[in-house]
């Protein structure tokens, strides 16, 4: 039995199968021979010898089916597995794309996420939720709560008891656990022999794939055994991880050969596993021998025990190259034995951890990954799994680097590593008993080590430092983001983060880790050319210090919060002040940076500012116990001062050289995501610098580093040895502004997080309105993105509302789609607005500028303040008393040294110094008098006050008391040619003066340079041995006074001004009169008492100098008494003001530019008046129509003959038949009226299985359907002219109203086709833009030279009777048209016929049976008058009540383009016999004879559309037409319509009242008025019909829709109106455009007497009292006989064909307009629906699925599965449902695209969220509804066909969507 072979037939298995498995249940397992059966007939199907063919394959699986399922059935052996399930989790694993939903209500990790079943099914309203499409798959969490809140759980997992899942029977998984083992061996052979090592490091791609696709089955087999649930889950997990089970299987032992080599290979594999080099036996000695005790592991460089680096040989060289880069410190690894398995070689002990170990090899095979993240809901496996992905996690790192798709692959890693580690359980076990930080800080190291490079900043020769290559396809490629984003989550865990910061082992290496990116990515300075190329490494240095260093913080610094956590915060500052010195050691750095270097990268100075900042906010730490001596803070802050510098520099253009990357640096550097990791850290440790160091020292270190010492003095001219001059201005605005920031920020200084939130927002809402999500992206909230909320109690929410009102989006017709934007409220700009925010976090400059413009109009509009406002000064939030010191930096006579002589220079107008530099001059006065120091006792001093300065320029260092100080003379240094040089010095020098002169001046000129090296020479003395000092005086030799340059003298100024008398002077300067400042306090002592005068609060620089002004009074007596006197001397004049030419040309030049500025606002604004004008008239917007162009039709009657203006060439004149003139226009197919449908009830778009749309009741089936019907039973040419086509694809015809000449039009093309430029449309095509209105065309539609003294002489009445004018308009139809003579209006007339046919395909316009026949043709020229004005009509709204003020109108050019069909229609004669105006007005003898002899009858009258014939009796006449003619023709053809609705009324009605009605009117037939009375007239029709068998059948089919209402003479008479009105409406449109004259308006009820008195079909004698439809009939001949005549054709039509003659007779009257699908209120039921929906032609789901909103058809869109010769399924969707025009909604971007002809465009959504934005592709994934406005919008373009001229951005299609 044994020898049943593995081709064995199913019936065979399955005995064999229940055989074995009654034999092991039966006996102990132990019974040797049936296991011993099983495991050879395993080994046989299994064996990768039995070959890897399919059939092997599968024949395999076969057997593991019937084995497991014991015999039975496998789907019955799995329901009943499936019954056993006690999972509680959803567990469903899902890939990339995948879309998902993540709620943070209920979320308490933040990577947690749910599929979209759990999602529906919890209970998520009003929940902060959003979709999202996966980026690297994932797993629901629905039911485990570790990760999400309960509360959010769906119905299904809930959490159910244990008790209630019963146990599992032994028998039933028996089988299971004897196979499995076997099966998973099987596997791992697979993966053993498939695996080659690689040659060379490359990996051949090929045989891995192959390998993986043989084993595909296998996997999905196992796929199939996780989601049997619980009860095989365990079965595997115990498979998986049982360590027997893999010892005898897999050891390679036994006689096996095939198993013996697979094990071989595998070993070779194992080799490299490690992170030591196998062949390295010093290391591993080492290593054996420490084992026990601690091991020290040498971390670097040094030699042959090097474990840095990989354990390929190929990376070998990587260490000889980089040996000698310097001694880095010893770091002892770790003290446990454990950490050894990090540089091991791995050993493994269980199936789990090779199949972890294969899976890794080969690259994370997507199937593997799915499979061991199902087995996740088993708590045993998950464990089991954890631990076993960790043991290997240094091979993932080795695989990674090595990876050629390391995008892909990093994917799956974190698919898999973010299930794990984001359970705060799991990863704090895995943590204590695997090491977990220990092996990630390694592993992270040792990825980094590879790439490092040695640092060149600042000491290039000596520098021990190395740094990160940022080229490197390591970090250029973000390869390490998988392993630093599983850092960041499980730091994000309390116990695992605190486990961090209590390890200073861990610490120093983090730090070590940290001060590889220190300094990274170093810009130097170009001086000379340009460079050649530019690197864009700087992105990815900016995205390593985010992700690895500054990500990894922010995750710490958020477990810092309380003061229980001081301990760690110590730590970490303790070893980055270590980390720090280590650093300027390596550099060599000493005090000077050196010039024209800079860094962005300084994450160890932010590392410890934040942490700083912390201490303090959070954790009530003692700032000063947390920092260095004086000597490491002036290090500190050299760096980062350096960096502020360099922005000014760039922003100055002086790195210009560089290239436009070093802008993108700079503007990165402060971008809302990188400020608060970058910006923000820094300016906070120069503000803890500058509160800790001699304030002189820092205020002249800034000036120094600004580059613009020299610039502070205060000769006229000076000598910049740093800068060039065009440099100087803006430098010295970026030192200014930076102090201002420095001075006023306080964002780590004491503001609590709901005012940072609310100062943010303020800021960015003041530069722009913003867009909700946009705000919420400029926010910069704290980056790790693991906190989810943005700090702070408020929400950003509630907090958004205290400070913006929301616009709701707006929508103009021709606009682009507002989406809605918050804009500040009133009172913030009053009373919040702070340009030091704003300056601060401007990406571009121009932002600032944009916030001051708003501000300016806001106070405007307020009314407050009239001219150009200056920035406001706003106060200051409470500063934490630990940073008090900052404000020493106001009270310094440094500073005001400097803000004295920036005021004197700019009084004395010296170097045309902006605005900009004396605001912020004032505004660093103000802070200063705002934070002074109480103490300043006031009277004392002023005794002797005076003579106490000898020493320097000011007596105190405070601001209040120096502000008054006089300083007399000053001597300076200026250039030989400076005209300080030719004065004399005073005779008289004061002793004060001489005093100043020996100190003032030199102290002035170098005071910055020579202060700083003292004070720097003070603090070295202090702190450190003789020995150093030896070295430092030398690199301070390097910067030799900048006043060596040989030509420099000595002048002596006379100054005599204090700091208040210069800001008397400089008020008086400003307003442009003498004595302008008057103190307010003489006239009202009150200003003294209220400090915050609301007056003072915005306006221009005289209100900030009166601001200062007063503050300074109020803060001494003193002040005040010197600004009295001040202004009580008459002031001398201000500096005179011709002080030279060049200044006064300079003066000029301003005055000229200001005038020149105002004129070119005036030209703006009348321009932009004129330009909205023009655009009104072209636009839908409704005008009187005064333009000629406009309104051609119309043209008076006094203008003897039409003249146009040619746009191109402009001149005036006639159209002409040798000069023709014609009118821009657009032709466009159009499917919009086949889009009609008979109900008011709009089509929804559909959103389930239910739902579907069936084209059955649109306008353009039915009379597709009833033209098939007469083609069927009629004579071909007569049906042709019985209806009109066009209802699809028929041809509309726009213009833009402007005109030209033809010939003009043909150059203007030429010049088009030479034009290289990309346009959007196609040239060759015929395509344009109207020269004058940019309006989009294809066509020029011809002229007619008609003149219009000659329309009025047509339409005067004539007296003739009814019967002539039958007679005339015969004769004129019989006259053949001549064929006209050749003139150019007539081949343009051909030629734009031609267009006019080839606009629309050839499907809309063959309808004949014999194709290329003359009916065609003609059937589709008079159609395409009927399309043009049916459209009209529907423009107007469906009637005509409006009248004539319509904006339809100004579109149209009915009257040209009749000319251009009648001219062509009569050249087809109809011949006489034929002609439907006999059958209409003469009564006929012989059409018996007639009928006999036809095979195929001609369409009765009845059946014919009157529309339709109306066009063809009037095109085929000759033009211009007689308004008589007209009318005589209208009057017939109402009577047969008048019968017709008469005969479709008798056919309605049921039998009852016909007999009823036609008894009644029987009566009267004899009444004199007899043919005029519808009683009458329907008897007559009733009994007509009775002849033929037309009535009959009634009761078999219910056509008699209305039998059960009885029909009452109103509604009977309402029936005929309604059926009469839309060909009265016709006809009056074309009376208007053919004879002018206006369109009357009315209510709806009485549309028809109007319309048909403005048709003259009304008699003359009518009184309205008795109004009744038939009063308007006049027939030509007796109505009788002719109705009889009528009658008679169908009864003897019914007799051949009694059931189509009913059908026929019934038209639908009345349609609905175009509507286009009504779409849900909430875009999630479309896209559930939609988004995984499979196509209806190729079955699979789409990629980019859409649907149409005209039909609702479901397309692929750019799915090469759906094309067609070489067309994609939505253009040709586009084509055959709008004949070239498409309306798709893309499903997965909820956006529209608008497809015509040959280009498309995205017209935007018309879905929003609740902020009233678009979301693009879904990326927010937040609950969209729809926008009713700009549906109504999009509908509306459609309809009017305006897609073309009002969306811009068209671009082809190539026919690929």
Excluded at 702 to 720: G, I, P, W, Y
């Amino acid at each position: 039995m044994a020898g049943v072979g593995a081709g064995a037939s199913a019936q065979e298995k399955r005995a064999t199968a229940a055989r074995l498995k009654a034999a092991l249940s039966f006996s102990a397992a132990e019974d040797s021979e049936a296991a011993g059966e099983l495991q050879a007939l395993l080994e046989r199907a299994l064996s990768p010898s039995a070959g890897s063919g399919s059939e092997a394959v599968s024949e395999a699986l076969a057997w593991c089916r019937c084995l497991l399922a014991g015999g039975e059935p496998w789907d019955s052996f799995v329901q009943a597995v499936r019954a056993y399930d006690p999972a509680t989790l959803c567990g469903l694993v899902w890939t990339a794309n995948f879309v998902a939903y993540r709620c943070r209500t209920c979320g308490i990790s933040p990577c947690m996420s749910l599929c979209a079943e759990c999602f529906h099914q919890g209970e998520h309203a009003g929940h902060d939720y959003n979709m999202f499409r996966s980026q690297a798959g994932g797993a629901c969490d629905c039911g485990d709560g570790n990760v999400m809140r309960e509360a959010g759980f769906c119905k299904r997992h809930r959490i159910k008891s244990s008790s209630e899942v019963p146990s599992v029977p032994k028998d039933l998984l028996l089988m299971s656990e004897l196979v499995l083992p076997q099966f998973i061996f099987c596997l791992i052979q697979y993966l053993r022999e498939g695996y080659d090592e690689p040659v060379l490091d490359v990996p051949s791609e090929k045989d891995l794939l192959k390998i993986l696709q043989i084993l595909e089955p296998h996997i999905s087999f196992l796929e199939d055994l996780t989601k049997m649930g619980g009860a095989m889950r365990s079965v595997l997990t115990q498979v998986l991880t049982n360590q027997q089970f893999y010892k005898d299987l897999s050891s390679g032992g036994g006689e096996n050969t095939c198993a013996k080599k697979s094990h071989e290979k595998y070993l070779v594999a194992l080799k490299g596993s490690g992170l030591t080099f196998p062949e390295d036996k010093l290391a591993c000695g080492v290593q054996e021998q420490a084992a026990g005790a601690s091991t020290s592991v040498v971390q670097g460089f040094a030699g042959a025990t090097s474990t840095s680096g990989q354990g390929d040989s190929s990376d070998e060289e990587d260490q000889n190259g980089s040996q000698g880069v310097g001694k880095r410190k010893r770091v002892k690894l770790s003290s446990s034995t454990k950490d050894q398995s990090i540089m091991d070689v791995l050993k493994h002990k269980c199936f789990l951890e090779e199949l972890l170990f294969w899976t890794i090899k080969y690259e994370f095979p997507q199937k593997m990954v799915t499979f061991l993240l199902n087995m996740l809901p088993d708590q045993d496996y998950k464990i089991a799994f954890t631990k076993t992905f960790v043991q290997h996690y240094a091979f993932i790192m080795k695989t990674l680097k090595k990876s050629h798709e390391s995008d892909t692959m990093s994917n799956r890693i974190v698919h898999i590593s973010v299930q794990l580690f984001s359970n705060e359980e799991l990863a704090r076990q895995v943590t204590e008993e695997c090491q977990l930080l220990d092996i990630m800080v390694t592993v992270l190291l040792y990825m980094m080590e590879s790439c490092l490079i040695k640092s060149e900043l600042q000491d290039e020769e000596n520098s021990l430092h190395v740094v990160v290559n940022c080229g490197e396809a390591l970090l250029k490629n973000n390869t390490y983001w998988p392993l630093v984003s599983d850092f960041i989550n499980i730091l994000s865990h309390q116990s695992v983060a605190k486990k961090f910061l209590e390890d200073h082992r861990l610490l120093v290496t983090w730090m070590n880790f940290v001060s590889f990116f220190q300094g990274m990515n170093l810009n130097k300075r170009e001086l000379n050319e340009h460079v050649e190329f530019e690197s864009q490494t700087y992105y990815a240095a900016f995205a390593a210090e985010l992700e690895a260093c500054a990500q990894p913080m922010w995750g710490l610094l958020s477990h810092c919060k309380v003061r229980e956590t001081q301990e760690y915060t110590r730590n970490v500052v303790r070893y980055c002040i270590e980390a720090l010195q280590d650093w300027f050691d390596a550099i060599n750095f000493v005090d000077e940076p050196t010039p024209n270097q800079v860094t962005f990268h300084l994450p160890l100075h932010r590392y410890y500012a934040m942490f700083l900042s912390k201490a303090v906010k959070c954790q009530e730490l003692d700032l000063d116990s947390l920092l260095p001596d004086q000597e490491m803070l002036m290090k500190l802050m050299v760096h980062p001062l350096q960096i502020q510098a360099s922005l000014s520099e760039i922003h100055s253009n002086m790195w210009v050289r560089n290239g436009l990357q070093i802008k993108g640096q700079a503007m990165t550097y402060v971008q809302s995501h990188f400020c608060n990791s970058m910006i923000d850290p820094d300016i906070y440790l120069l503000q803890v610098c500058a509160s800790r160091i001699d304030p002189d020292y820092f205020i002249s270190s800034v000036f120094e580093r600004f580059k613009v010492v020299d610039l502070l003095t205060m000769a006229s001219q000076h000598q910049n040895t740093m800068l060039d001059s065009e440099h100087e201005k803006s430098m010295l605005e970026g030192a200014l502004t930076f102090l201002v920031i420095l001075l006023s920020l306080r964002l780590h200084l004491g503001m609590t997080d709901d005012e940072i939130l609310r100062a943010e927002m303020v800021a960015q809402l003041c530069m722009n309105d913003r867009t909700h999500s946009s705000l919420l992206d400029l926010i910069p909230e704290n980056p790790n993105p693991k906190s989810g909320i943005i700090p702070g109690s408020l929400s950003f929410e509630s907090m958004l509302s205290a400070v913006a009102d929301f616009k709701a989006p707006v929508f103009e017709p021709g606009g682009s789609m507002q989406q809605g934007m918050y804009t500040p409220k009133a009172e913030v700009w009053d009373k919040e607005f702070d340009p030091v925010m704003v300056i601060l976090r401007t990406v571009y400059r121009r932002d600032v500028q944009s916030a001051m413009d708003r501000y300016t109009a806001f106070l405007k509009q307020s009314g407050k303040v009239n001219g150009n406002p200056w920035p406001p000064y706003k106060k200051r939030t409470h500063l934490h008393s630990s940073y008090k010191g900052l404000m020493r930096l106001l009270h310094c006579k440094t500073l005001h040294i400097v803000l004295f002589t920036l005021l004197y220079k700019i009084l004395m107008d010296h170097q045309n110094l902006s605005e900009h530099v004396l605001c912020m001059v004032l505004y660093l006065i103000e802070l200063g008098l705002e934070n002074s120091p109480e103490q300043e006792s006031d009277e004392e001093d002023s005794v002797g006050g005076q003579e106490r300065c000898h020493d320097s320029w000011f007596p105190g260092n405070n601001l209040v008391s120096n502000m008054r100080h006089l300083i007399n003379y000053v001597r300076v240094r200026v250039p030989e040619t400076a005209p300080e040089v030719k004065r004399e010095p005073p005779a008289s020098t004061s002793s004060d003066g001489s005093a100043a002169s020996q100190n003032s001046g030199t102290v002035q000129v170098f005071s910055l340079v020579a202060e700083r090296r003292k004070k720097f020479q003070e603090i070295i003395n202090r702190n450190t041995t003789e020995a150093n000092q030896a070295v430092r005086p030398k690199s301070s030799m390097k910067w030799s006074a900048p006043g060596a340059t040989p030509q420099l003298t000595t002048a002596i100024l006379e100054i005599k001004e204090s700091i208040l008398s210069l800001l008397v002077k400089l008020h008086h300067k400003l307003s442009g009169k003498q004595n302008s400042y008057y103190p307010p306090w003489l006239d009202d002592m009150e200003t003294l008492i209220q400090c915050e005068n609301p007056k003072y609060l915005h306006g221009d620089g005289m209100t900030a100098v009166e601001r200062i002004l007063l503050k300074a009074a109020l803060q001494s007596r003193l002040n005040k008494r010197i600004i009295e006197e001040i202004c009580r001397k008459v002031t001398p004049p201000v500096p005179p003001k011709k002080i030279s030419p060049a200044e006064k040309k300079t003066l000029d030049k301003e005055e000229r530019r200001q005038k020149a500025r105002e004129r070119q606002q005036k030209l703006l604004a009348e321009f932009a008046s004129r330009q909205k004008s023009f655009m009104e008239t072209a636009m839908d917007v409704e005008l009187p129509d005064a333009d000629i162009a406009m309104e051609i039709a119309t043209a008076e009657q006094h203008v003897s003959e039409a003249v146009y203006d040619c746009v191109i060439c402009g001149q005036s004149g006639p159209s002409t038949e040798e000069r023709p003139a014609g009118l821009v226009v657009l032709l466009q197919a159009s499917s919009v009226l086949g889009q009609c449908r008979n109900t008011t009830e709009p089509k929804k778009l559909p959103t389930s299985e239910k739902e579907q749309i069936y084209p059955w009741d649109t306008c353009a089936t039915v009379y597709e359907a009833r033209l098939a019907t007469l083609q069927h039973l009629f004579k071909d040419s007569s049906c042709l002219q019985s209806v009109s086509i066009g209802w699809e694809g028929g041809v509309y015809v726009q213009t833009c109203g402007h005109t030209l000449h033809i010939d003009c039009h043909k150059s203007y093309m030429e010049s088009l086709r030479n034009d290289q430029v990309l346009q959007g449309f196609s040239v060759d095509k015929g395509e344009f833009t109207c020269p004058l209105c940019r309006q989009f065309a294809n066509s020029v539609l011809p002229c007619y030279p008609g003149n219009s003294v000659e329309r009025s002489l047509w339409q005067c009445h004539s007296n003739k009777n009814m019967q002539d004018l039958i007679k005339e308009v015969e004769e004129l139809q019989e006259q053949l048209g001549t064929f006209p003579s050749e003139t150019n209006l007539s081949k343009e007339m051909e030629s734009v016929m031609k267009d006019i046919k080839s606009t629309t395909q050839k499907k809309y316009t063959d309808y004949s049976k014999s194709p290329g026949s003359p009916d065609n043709d003609f059937l589709f020229m008079y159609s395409v008058a009927r399309t043009n004005l049916e459209l009209e009509l529907v423009h107007r709204g469906g009637n005509l009540c409006l009248g004539g003020a319509s904006t339809a109108g100004k579109r149209s050019c009915l009257h040209q383009l009749f000319h251009v069909l009648a001219m062509h229609m009569r050249l087809y004669s109809i011949d006489s016999a034929y002609n439907p105006w006999k059958k209409l007005t003469q009564l006929m003898h012989d059409e018996n004879s007639q009928m006999s002899s036809e095979e195929q009858p001609e369409v009765p009258v009845l059946y014919r559309d009157v529309s339709s014939l109306l066009l063809i009796q009037i095109l085929t006449m000759p033009q211009p037409l007689r308004k008589e003619h007209f009318t005589c023709i209208i009057k017939v053809l109402f009577t047969l319509l008048y019968i017709q609705a008469h005969v479709a009324l008798s056919i309605k009605c049921n039998a009852e009242d016909r007999m009823t009605w036609m008894n009644s009117g029987a009566l009267k037939k004899s009444i004199s008025n007899a043919k005029k009375s519808w009683e009458v007239l329907l008897s007559h029709v009733i009994s007509e019909l009775f002849k033929g068998k037309i009535y009959e059948r009634e009761e078999t089919e219910d056509l008699a829709m209305d039998s059960t209402s009885a029909w009452c003479p109103h509604s009977i008479e309402t029936y005929l109106q309604q059926f009469c009105l839309p060909f009265l409406r016709i006809t009056s449109l074309l009376q208007h455009h053919l004879f002018g004259g206006e369109l009357p308006s009315c209510q709806e009820d009485e549309e028809f007497t109007v319309l048909a008195n403005c048709l003259g079909l009304l008699p003359s004698s009518f009184q309205s009292s008795q109004f009744s439809s038939a009063s308007c009939l006049d027939w030509p001949v007796p109505a009788f006989d002719i109705i009889s005549q009528w009658c008679s054709e169908l009864v003897s039509f019914a007799d051949k064909h009694p059931t189509q003659v009913k059908i026929l007779l019934i038209q639908e009257t009345k349609w609905d307009l175009p509507r286009l699908l009504q779409l849900p209120e909430n875009y999630n039921t479309i896209f559930q629906y939609y988004h995984r929906k499979s196509c209806s032609v190729c079955s699979k789901v789409p990629k980019d699925p859409a649907v149409c909103l005209v039909c609702g058809t479901f397309v692929c869109l750019k799915g090469l599965c759906c094309k067609q010769q070489s067309y994609c399924e939505c253009v040709l969707h586009s084509q055959n449902c709008g004949a070239g025009t498409g309306i798709f909604l893309l499903i997965n971007a909820s956006v529209i695209i608008i497809i015509r002809g040959h280009r498309f465009c995205l017209w935007g959504s018309v879905y929003l969220d609740a902020h009233g934005e678009e979301d693009r592709d879904l990326r927010r994934g937040k609950p969209l509804y729809i926008c009713k406005e700009r549906y109504k919008v999009l509908e509306q373009q459609w309809v009017s066909h305006t897609f073309d001229h009002i969306n811009k951005r068209w671009g082809p299609h190539y026919n690929g969507l």
